[in-house]
């Protein structure tokens, strides 16, 4: 019985944790060539995505030392896709 309920526990942990990163994410050509341009990795963007603060809807951005990585995208429930519009790297203030 105890093992039962941690099998459900353990189930229902995977699917709270898991509801944020089971997204996948699709790049526009638009951001592919912003990428090029301001060199921004993928997994910069990903991780403005997920520890950067929300200024806008659908607009984030994230401080490192001395510049800011910012994104612009759209959240797609249906399909499970964050889709990346846009991206920028300026110089912080």
């Given at each position: 019985?105890?093992?039962?309920?941690?099998?459900?526990?353990?189930?229902?942990?995977?699917?709270?944790?898991?509801?944020?990163?089971?997204?996948?994410f699709?790049?526009?050509?638009?951001?592919?060539?912003?990428?090029v341009?301001?060199?921004?990795?993928?997994?910069?963007i990903?991780?403005?995505?997920?520890?950067?603060?929300?200024?806008?809807?659908?607009?984030?951005?994230?401080?490192?030392?001395?510049?800011?990585?910012?994104?612009?995208?759209?959240?797609?429930?249906?399909?499970?896709?964050?889709?990346?519009?846009?991206?920028?790297?300026?110089?912080?203030?």
């Amino acid at each position: 019985m105890n093992r039962f309920f941690k099998a459900i526990l353990k189930a229902i942990w995977k699917q709270i944790k898991g509801t944020r990163t089971n997204y996948r994410f699709v790049f526009t050509k638009h951001a592919k060539r912003r990428m090029v341009e301001y060199r921004v990795s993928e997994k910069q963007i990903k991780e403005v995505f997920f520890k950067g603060s929300a200024f806008k809807e659908n607009m984030m951005s994230r401080d490192y030392n001395g510049y800011q990585i910012g994104i612009l995208f759209k959240q797609d429930a249906e399909k499970r896709e964050i889709v990346i519009i846009s991206c920028w790297r300026q110089k912080s203030w």
